[in-house]
């Protein structure tokens, strides 16, 4: 099968050197691609800036903004058999990109920031995307219910959702614990490392395709 990847942050440039982003290490995203790769499926790896190896036998797209990774996702998504969202993609972006190096003014300093397209959100309209759909969700509270939230506003099949509130877990370290929110179930695999929990992630994805699933 192929699987549709996005991973790690993006990052919305204000000027020349500066720019906004967030803690993804890209790690939740890279182990779920080594481990597909590794299941012999064809993995296109959309990735915000990160410090990984990038993992063997991947089509790696590097991309930095979120307009970039929309763009990417736009092109590729209707090969994929599977479109797995884990990036940590920026709400807003600054409303300009000043050309030069902001210099200092006054004692405060004041950015608008204009909202950026939700990718996963296009995903079944603006793409016609009829694969099956995967998210995750980023909580500090309410977990399950946010989640479920997602899972029917973006028209998924799963929804990924993580604790963020939790230093053990969530961004930018090697474990994770998440529960899996189906449209008719949720499970809680136990806490384990990120790699350990791409191998349950994608068992459960693959029983929800035609080639997985019952029929
Ligand atoms: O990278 P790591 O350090 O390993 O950390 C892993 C992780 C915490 C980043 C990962 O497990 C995770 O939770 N990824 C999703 C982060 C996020 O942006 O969550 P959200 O609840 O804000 O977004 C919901 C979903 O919509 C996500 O699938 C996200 O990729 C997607 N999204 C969000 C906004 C946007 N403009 N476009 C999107 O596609």
Redesign the pocket.
């Known amino acids: 099968m192929t699987i549709l990847i ?4 993006t990052r919305e440039a204000i000027d020349p050197v500066r720019f906004l982003t ?10 779920l691609a080594r481990t597909a790769a590794e299941q012999g499926h064809r993995v296109i790896l959309i990735s915000g800036p ?1 410090d990984l190896d990038v993992p063997d036998r991947v089509d790696f797209i590097p991309v930095e903004s ?1 307009m970039e ?2 763009a990417a ?1 736009e092109h590729r998504i209707a090969k994929a058999d599977v479109a797995i ?7 807003y972006r600054p409303a300009h990109v000043s050309e030069e190096k902001i210099k200092k003014t006054g004692g405060t300093m004041t950015l608008e920031l204009v909202r ?7 995903a079944r309209n603006q793409f016609a995307y009829q694969g099956v759909l995967v ?5 500090t509270e309410d977990l399950e219910e ?1 989640a479920r939230s ?1 899972l029917e506003s ?1 028209g998924c099949d799963l ?4 604790d ?1 509130s939790r230093k053990d877990i ?4 090697n474990d ?1 614990e ?1 529960l899996l929110v189906f449209p008719d179930r949720t499970e809680q695999p136990p806490k384990d490392t ?1 790699q350990h929990l791409a191998h349950i992630i994608l068992e459960h994805i693959i029983e929800l395709t035609p080639v997985g699933g019952p029929n």
């Open positions: 996005t991973a790690g942050p967030n803690r993804s290490s890209g790690k939740m995203g890279y182990a990160t979120t990774m929309y996702v969202f884990a990036a940590a993609v920026a709400d950026n397209p939700d990718i996963l959100g296009s998210g995750f969700a980023a909580e946010n997602k973006k929804v990924v959702a993580n963020v969530g961004f930018d370290v994770n998440v990120k």
